[in-house]
């Protein structure tokens, strides 16, 4: 298990942008997957966006374009640009963290972090 605390959200207007940070307990660098999900009001968790180990990227449709994950190894953090933002983008953000193990996956989540886009 790794710990996860994420930072920078808030609230900014339509066409927006803010960058959200994923700081690690310890070293991502064997962590084979990290990610950003978000959850909005009534909705389920969706993905984001995640980024492999080996560097592979995948988006939601709805945020291609407009956001974009990267990771630093030497600082133990993710990032998450948001660009263009829109109120449907308004959610908690969550950081995700999977390994893979013998038998399955084992995932850690951040507390979440606020985004509010105002119209």
């Known amino acids: 298990q790794v710990q996860l605390v994420e930072s920078g959200g808030g609230m900014v207007q339509a066409g927006g942008s803010l960058r959200l940070s994923c700081a690690a307990s310890?070293?991502?660098?064997?962590?084979?997957?990290m990610g950003w999900y978000r959850q909005a009001p009534g909705k389920q968790r969706e993905l984001v966006a995640v980024?492999?180990?080996?560097?592979?990227?995948n988006y939601a449709d709805s945020v291609k374009g407009r956001f974009t994950i990267s990771r630093d190894n030497a600082k133990n953090t993710v990032y998450l640009q948001m660009n263009s933002l829109k109120p449907e983008d308004t959610a908690v953000y969550y950081c995700?963290?999977?390994?893979?193990?013998?038998?399955?996956?084992?995932?850690?989540w951040g507390q979440g972090t606020q985004v509010t886009v105002s119209s």
């Open positions: 995700n963290a999977r390994t893979l193990m013998v038998g399955g996956a084992s995932d850690s």
């Open positions: 310890r070293s991502i660098f064997s962590i084979n997957a």
């Open positions: 980024m492999s180990g080996g560097g592979i990227l």
